[in-house]
Protein backbone atom coordinates (compact mmCIF):
# COMPACT_ATOMS: atom_id res chain seq x y z
CA UNK A 1 0.00 0.00 0.00
CA UNK A 2 1.58 3.13 -0.65
CA UNK A 3 2.39 5.84 1.41
CA UNK A 4 -0.52 8.46 3.05
CA UNK A 5 1.02 11.15 4.71
CA UNK A 6 -2.41 12.59 5.58
CA UNK A 7 -3.40 9.61 7.19
CA UNK A 8 -0.21 9.09 9.09
CA UNK A 9 -0.27 12.56 10.10
CA UNK A 10 -4.09 11.86 11.63
CA UNK A 11 -2.86 8.63 13.16
CA UNK A 12 -0.12 10.27 14.51
CA UNK A 13 -1.72 13.11 15.85
CA UNK A 14 -4.35 10.86 17.79
CA UNK A 15 -1.83 8.60 18.98
CA UNK A 16 0.08 10.99 20.82
CA UNK A 17 -2.80 12.59 22.07
CA UNK A 18 -3.93 9.12 23.90
CA UNK A 19 -0.13 8.43 24.85
CA UNK A 20 0.41 12.10 26.68
CA UNK A 21 -2.83 12.41 29.08
CA UNK A 22 -1.01 14.73 31.38
CA UNK A 23 2.45 16.09 31.96
CA UNK A 24 4.41 18.33 30.02
CA UNK A 25 6.56 16.89 27.07
CA UNK A 26 9.51 18.55 25.52
CA UNK A 27 11.27 18.09 22.51
CA UNK A 28 15.23 19.20 21.61
CA UNK A 29 14.97 20.46 17.94
CA UNK A 30 17.61 21.01 15.66
CA UNK A 31 16.34 22.44 12.16
CA UNK A 32 16.37 18.92 10.55
CA UNK A 33 13.67 17.41 8.98
CA UNK A 34 13.50 14.66 11.58
CA UNK A 35 13.10 16.55 14.85
CA UNK A 36 10.92 19.24 13.11
CA UNK A 37 8.34 16.82 11.65
CA UNK A 38 8.53 15.38 15.12
CA UNK A 39 7.84 18.75 16.67
CA UNK A 40 5.12 20.08 14.67
CA UNK A 41 3.14 16.56 14.83
CA UNK A 42 3.49 16.84 19.03
CA UNK A 43 1.87 20.66 18.90
CA UNK A 44 -0.48 19.97 16.73
CA UNK A 45 -1.71 17.53 19.18
CA UNK A 46 -0.51 18.83 22.33
CA UNK A 47 -0.59 22.18 21.88
CA UNK A 48 1.23 24.37 24.93
CA UNK A 49 1.69 21.16 26.59
CA UNK A 50 4.44 20.64 23.98
CA UNK A 51 7.56 23.09 24.42
CA UNK A 52 10.22 22.26 21.57
CA UNK A 53 13.61 23.45 23.13
CA UNK A 54 16.26 24.72 20.38
CA UNK A 55 19.66 24.72 22.12
CA UNK A 56 21.99 27.18 19.50
CA UNK A 57 25.12 25.59 20.33
CA UNK A 58 26.79 28.55 18.04
CA UNK A 59 27.78 25.72 15.66
CA UNK A 60 24.77 25.54 13.45
CA UNK A 61 24.20 26.11 9.64
CA UNK A 62 23.31 29.88 8.28
CA UNK A 63 20.38 30.91 9.44
CA UNK A 64 19.23 27.82 11.07
CA UNK A 65 18.42 29.71 14.19
CA UNK A 66 16.36 32.20 12.50
CA UNK A 67 14.35 29.96 10.45
CA UNK A 68 13.60 28.30 13.70
CA UNK A 69 12.17 30.84 15.00
CA UNK A 70 10.46 31.88 12.14
CA UNK A 71 8.14 28.23 11.85
CA UNK A 72 7.72 28.39 15.60
CA UNK A 73 6.31 31.79 15.08
CA UNK A 74 4.00 30.54 12.18
CA UNK A 75 2.71 27.56 13.28
CA UNK A 76 2.01 29.00 17.09
CA UNK A 77 4.77 26.17 18.63
CA UNK A 78 5.81 26.64 22.05
CA UNK A 79 9.71 27.23 21.39
CA UNK A 80 12.39 27.96 24.11
CA UNK A 81 15.26 29.19 22.22
CA UNK A 82 18.58 28.69 24.71
CA UNK A 83 21.39 30.78 23.31
CA UNK A 84 24.36 28.45 24.73
CA UNK A 85 26.79 29.75 22.18
CA UNK A 86 29.50 31.26 24.58
CA UNK A 87 29.32 28.08 26.92
CA UNK A 88 29.89 25.69 23.96
CA UNK A 89 32.59 27.83 22.58
CA UNK A 90 34.25 28.22 25.77
CA UNK A 91 34.25 24.77 26.47
CA UNK A 92 36.05 23.81 23.12
CA UNK A 93 39.00 26.21 23.96
CA UNK A 94 42.29 24.51 23.21
CA UNK A 95 40.47 21.43 22.19
CA UNK A 96 41.88 19.69 18.95
CA UNK A 97 40.92 16.06 19.43
CA UNK A 98 38.01 15.15 17.33
CA UNK A 99 36.61 12.41 19.91
CA UNK A 100 37.34 15.19 22.33
CA UNK A 101 35.45 18.10 20.87
CA UNK A 102 32.46 15.32 19.85
CA UNK A 103 32.30 14.16 23.59
CA UNK A 104 32.29 17.61 25.01
CA UNK A 105 29.53 18.65 23.05
CA UNK A 106 27.44 15.85 23.44
CA UNK A 107 28.24 15.66 26.84
CA UNK A 108 26.99 19.94 27.40
CA UNK A 109 23.93 19.48 25.15
CA UNK A 110 22.32 16.83 27.54
CA UNK A 111 23.22 18.83 30.70
CA UNK A 112 21.44 21.74 28.91
CA UNK A 113 18.92 19.76 27.87
CA UNK A 114 18.06 18.18 31.34
CA UNK A 115 18.22 21.73 33.11
CA UNK A 116 15.23 22.69 31.01
CA UNK A 117 13.45 18.91 30.91
CA UNK A 118 13.62 19.80 35.13
CA UNK A 119 12.62 23.34 34.57
CA UNK A 120 9.34 22.46 32.79
CA UNK A 121 8.62 19.81 35.03
CA UNK A 122 8.15 17.27 31.48
CA UNK A 123 7.27 13.81 31.70
CA UNK A 124 7.56 12.86 28.41
CA UNK A 125 10.01 13.65 25.49
CA UNK A 126 9.50 13.44 21.85
CA UNK A 127 12.35 12.27 20.01
CA UNK A 128 12.68 12.02 15.88
CA UNK A 129 13.69 8.89 15.72
CA UNK A 130 13.39 6.98 12.12
CA UNK A 131 13.35 3.12 11.24
CA UNK A 132 16.55 2.91 9.90
CA UNK A 133 18.44 4.35 13.57
CA UNK A 134 16.61 1.37 15.99
CA UNK A 135 16.91 -1.24 13.23
CA UNK A 136 20.49 0.04 12.71
CA UNK A 137 21.59 0.45 16.23
CA UNK A 138 19.49 -3.07 17.31
CA UNK A 139 21.81 -5.35 15.61
CA UNK A 140 24.78 -4.05 17.56
CA UNK A 141 27.58 -5.36 15.21
CA UNK A 142 28.83 -1.99 14.45
CA UNK A 143 31.93 -1.02 15.87
CA UNK A 144 32.09 2.45 16.88
CA UNK A 145 34.21 4.43 14.32
CA UNK A 146 33.42 7.92 16.39
CA UNK A 147 31.35 8.96 19.07
CA UNK A 148 27.83 10.14 17.40
CA UNK A 149 25.75 13.31 19.03
CA UNK A 150 22.42 13.36 17.80
CA UNK A 151 19.65 15.49 19.22
CA UNK A 152 17.01 12.67 18.64
CA UNK A 153 19.48 10.29 20.64
CA UNK A 154 19.19 11.77 24.07
CA UNK A 155 19.45 9.12 27.25
CA UNK A 156 16.88 7.35 28.77
CA UNK A 157 18.35 7.83 31.92
CA UNK A 158 16.34 11.29 31.96
CA UNK A 159 13.50 8.79 33.42
CA UNK A 160 11.11 10.91 30.82
CA UNK A 161 8.91 8.93 28.74
CA UNK A 162 9.65 8.56 24.93
CA UNK A 163 7.21 9.71 22.50
CA UNK A 164 8.44 9.06 18.92
CA UNK A 165 6.04 9.58 16.42
CA UNK A 166 7.93 8.74 12.90
CA UNK A 167 9.65 5.77 14.53
CA UNK A 168 8.17 3.70 11.60
CA UNK A 169 9.07 5.67 8.81
CA UNK A 170 12.26 6.15 6.58
CA UNK A 171 13.71 9.41 5.62
CA UNK A 172 11.59 9.93 2.16
CA UNK A 173 8.55 9.46 3.60
CA UNK A 174 9.34 11.95 6.51
CA UNK A 175 9.76 14.34 4.06
CA UNK A 176 6.53 13.74 2.62
CA UNK A 177 4.83 14.09 5.84
CA UNK A 178 6.55 17.30 6.52
CA UNK A 179 5.27 18.28 2.86
CA UNK A 180 1.98 17.58 3.86
CA UNK A 181 2.62 19.49 7.27
CA UNK A 182 3.08 22.48 5.17
CA UNK A 183 6.70 22.94 6.17
CA UNK A 184 8.84 24.92 3.70
CA UNK A 185 11.46 23.18 1.08
CA UNK A 186 14.35 23.75 3.01
CA UNK A 187 13.85 21.89 5.95
CA UNK A 188 11.86 19.11 4.22
CA UNK A 189 14.65 18.40 1.30
CA UNK A 190 17.29 19.43 3.81
CA UNK A 191 20.81 17.34 3.43
CA UNK A 192 21.80 15.31 7.06
CA UNK A 193 23.80 17.19 9.20
CA UNK A 194 25.85 15.56 11.94
CA UNK A 195 24.56 16.56 15.81
CA UNK A 196 27.95 18.40 16.73
CA UNK A 197 27.78 20.64 13.42
CA UNK A 198 30.27 22.89 11.85
CA UNK A 199 33.00 21.76 15.27
CA UNK A 200 33.39 18.84 13.55
CA UNK A 201 33.81 20.37 10.14
CA UNK A 202 36.75 22.75 11.39
CA UNK A 203 39.57 20.23 11.64
CA UNK A 204 41.55 21.03 15.13
CA UNK A 205 40.11 23.83 17.24
CA UNK A 206 37.18 25.13 16.79
CA UNK A 207 37.38 29.18 17.90
CA UNK A 208 34.40 31.15 17.26
CA UNK A 209 36.23 33.07 14.79
CA UNK A 210 36.99 29.83 12.79
CA UNK A 211 33.30 28.89 12.82
CA UNK A 212 32.47 32.10 11.37
CA UNK A 213 34.77 30.78 8.37
CA UNK A 214 33.54 27.45 7.92
CA UNK A 215 29.55 28.76 8.21
CA UNK A 216 29.98 31.11 4.94
CA UNK A 217 31.83 28.48 3.19
CA UNK A 218 29.29 26.04 3.81
CA UNK A 219 26.47 27.90 2.83
CA UNK A 220 28.36 28.86 -0.37
CA UNK A 221 28.97 25.01 -1.21
CA UNK A 222 25.53 24.56 -0.65
CA UNK A 223 23.96 27.50 -2.52
CA UNK A 224 26.30 26.87 -5.69
CA UNK A 225 25.53 23.06 -5.80
CA UNK A 226 21.72 23.64 -5.60
CA UNK A 227 21.52 26.18 -8.27
CA UNK A 228 23.22 23.96 -10.30
CA UNK A 229 21.11 21.09 -9.36
CA UNK A 230 18.17 23.40 -9.96
CA UNK A 231 19.76 24.76 -13.66
CA UNK A 232 19.85 21.02 -14.25
CA UNK A 233 23.66 20.73 -14.79
CA UNK A 234 23.78 17.94 -11.90
CA UNK A 235 21.72 15.58 -10.00
CA UNK A 236 22.45 17.13 -6.47
CA UNK A 237 24.56 15.27 -4.09
CA UNK A 238 23.25 13.65 -0.96
CA UNK A 239 25.63 15.67 1.06
CA UNK A 240 27.49 18.53 0.50
CA UNK A 241 29.70 21.05 2.50
CA UNK A 242 32.80 22.66 3.56
CA UNK A 243 35.45 21.67 6.15
CA UNK A 244 38.10 24.56 7.13
CA UNK A 245 41.93 22.63 7.52
CA UNK A 246 44.17 23.95 9.83
CA UNK A 247 46.89 24.08 7.58
CA UNK A 248 48.06 27.35 6.02
CA UNK A 249 49.64 28.61 2.80
CA UNK A 250 51.23 30.97 0.83
CA UNK A 251 49.02 33.42 -1.99
CA UNK A 252 48.88 36.43 -2.88
CA UNK A 253 46.40 38.98 -1.51
CA UNK A 254 46.31 42.45 -3.52
CA UNK A 255 49.89 43.30 -3.77
CA UNK A 256 51.03 41.77 -0.33
CA UNK A 257 51.91 38.28 0.46
CA UNK A 258 49.13 36.27 2.27
CA UNK A 259 49.14 33.02 4.39
CA UNK A 260 45.29 31.86 4.84
CA UNK A 261 43.71 28.64 5.43
CA UNK A 262 42.59 25.93 3.24
CA UNK A 263 38.88 25.12 2.38
CA UNK A 264 38.10 20.76 1.61
CA UNK A 265 35.30 20.86 -0.27
CA UNK A 266 33.23 17.60 0.28
CA UNK A 267 30.69 16.17 -1.75
CA UNK A 268 29.04 12.64 -1.95
CA UNK A 269 26.64 10.63 -3.27
CA UNK A 270 25.10 7.84 -0.44
CA UNK A 271 21.64 6.19 0.35
CA UNK A 272 22.28 5.87 4.35
CA UNK A 273 25.81 7.36 4.73
CA UNK A 274 27.41 4.03 5.48
CA UNK A 275 29.17 3.86 1.98
CA UNK A 276 29.41 7.21 -0.06
CA UNK A 277 30.56 8.22 -3.65
CA UNK A 278 32.51 11.46 -4.00
CA UNK A 279 30.38 13.29 -6.42
CA UNK A 280 31.83 14.51 -9.50
CA UNK A 281 30.98 17.85 -9.87
CA UNK A 282 31.58 20.04 -13.28
CA UNK A 283 34.83 21.58 -13.92
CA UNK A 284 32.67 25.26 -14.44
CA UNK A 285 30.98 24.64 -11.08
CA UNK A 286 34.09 23.82 -8.58
CA UNK A 287 35.79 27.01 -9.85
CA UNK A 288 32.69 29.32 -9.15
CA UNK A 289 32.60 27.47 -5.88
CA UNK A 290 36.50 28.20 -5.66
CA UNK A 291 36.08 31.47 -6.96
CA UNK A 292 33.58 32.50 -4.29
CA UNK A 293 34.96 31.06 -1.45
CA UNK A 294 38.29 32.71 -2.35
CA UNK A 295 36.68 36.33 -2.80
CA UNK A 296 33.99 36.16 0.00
CA UNK A 297 36.87 34.95 2.56
CA UNK A 298 39.53 36.90 1.08
CA UNK A 299 41.23 37.80 4.67
CA UNK A 300 40.73 33.93 5.58
CA UNK A 301 40.83 31.31 3.30
CA UNK A 302 43.53 31.62 -0.12
CA UNK A 303 42.65 28.35 -1.03
CA UNK A 304 40.68 25.57 -2.08
CA UNK A 305 40.27 21.82 -2.05
CA UNK A 306 38.16 18.63 -3.64
CA UNK A 307 38.46 16.22 -1.41
CA UNK A 308 38.02 12.99 -3.55
CA UNK A 309 37.72 10.39 -1.42
CA UNK A 310 34.82 7.90 -0.97
CA UNK A 311 33.75 6.09 2.11
CA UNK A 312 35.54 4.20 2.81
CA UNK A 313 38.22 4.66 3.66
CA UNK A 314 37.42 7.60 4.29
CA UNK A 315 34.50 9.14 6.34
CA UNK A 316 32.34 11.42 4.92
CA UNK A 317 32.72 14.04 7.96
CA UNK A 318 36.33 14.97 8.43
CA UNK A 319 36.68 14.39 12.06
P1 LIG B 1 30.55 9.71 8.62
O1 LIG B 1 31.39 10.93 8.80
O2 LIG B 1 30.54 8.81 9.82
O3 LIG B 1 29.07 10.25 8.47
O4 LIG B 1 30.88 8.98 7.36
C1 LIG B 1 27.96 9.46 8.11
C2 LIG B 1 26.73 10.35 8.22
O5 LIG B 1 26.46 10.63 9.59
C3 LIG B 1 26.51 12.03 9.83
N1 LIG B 1 27.11 12.22 11.16
C4 LIG B 1 26.39 12.44 12.27
N2 LIG B 1 25.05 12.53 12.45
N3 LIG B 1 25.43 12.89 14.75
C5 LIG B 1 24.58 12.79 13.70
O6 LIG B 1 23.39 12.90 13.89
C6 LIG B 1 26.77 12.80 14.64
O7 LIG B 1 27.52 12.91 15.62
C7 LIG B 1 27.28 12.56 13.33
N4 LIG B 1 28.54 12.41 12.82
C8 LIG B 1 28.39 12.19 11.49
C9 LIG B 1 27.33 12.60 8.69
O8 LIG B 1 27.05 13.98 8.47
C10 LIG B 1 26.92 11.71 7.56
O9 LIG B 1 25.66 12.09 7.05
Not at 134 to 140: D, K
Not at 214 to 236: K, N
Request: proline share 5%; aromatic share 6%.
Amino acid sequence: MPFEPKQFIEDAVAQIKRTVRIGKTIIAVSGGVDSTVTAVLMNEALGKKCVAVFVDTGFMRKGEPESMRELAGRINMNLRFIDAKKKFYSSLKGVKEPERKRKIIGGLFIKTFEKIAKEEKAKFLGQGTLAPDWIESGTGMRATIKSHHNVGGLPSGMKLRLVEPVRELYKDEVRKVGKELGLPDNICNRQPFPGPGLAIRIVGEATPEKVEVVREACAIVEEELEQAAARGEMELPWQYFAVLLPSRSVGVLGDKRAYGYTVAVRAVYSVDGMTAQYARIPDNILESISNRITRELKEDVNRVVYDITSKPPACIEWE
